[in-house]
């Protein structure tokens, strides 16, 4: 079985209410909720995507997000927790910022510029 984002995210919630953690993911939970499930996207793909290795998989489920009706709130709760890692409102997350794309795997080119 596999686990979409916001399943991961409700867990962490879960986890996270007894540690008084922001409540952004529970707003985020009741506002998806009010939405057709084939509307969000990382419900109806496959959610290791927004986790995922390959770079182009993270431009995939980047660009997957950009039709969410909850994107806005998923990235404002993304950014105030400081997600540690993966794709949350169409944007990059690692250690808590977003950065512009994931680096592949592997050492840098020699011949790239300095
Ligand atoms: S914006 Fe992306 S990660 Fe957030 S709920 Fe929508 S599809 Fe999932």
Do not use: Y
């Not at 997957?64 to 400081?82: E, F, I, K, N, Y």
């Amino acid at each position: 079985m596999t686990t979409s984002v916001l399943d991961r995210t409700h867990q962490v919630f879960e986890a996270g209410l007894a540690t008084g953690e922001d409540p952004t993911l529970g707003l985020l939970h009741a506002e998806a909720d009010k939405v057709s499930r084939e509307l969000l996207p990382c419900r109806v793909n496959n959610p290791e995507l927004w986790f995922a290795e390959s770079p182009s998989d993270v431009e995939e489920a980047k660009a997957l997000c950009t039709d969410c009706p909850v994107q806005a709130l998923c990235l404002d709760g993304a950014l105030s927790r400081r997600e540690p890692w993966g794709v949350w409102g169409g944007e990059l997350f690692l250690s808590g910022v977003v950065i512009p794309r994931k680096r592949p795997r592997g050492r840098p080119r020699k011949d790239a510029a300095a």
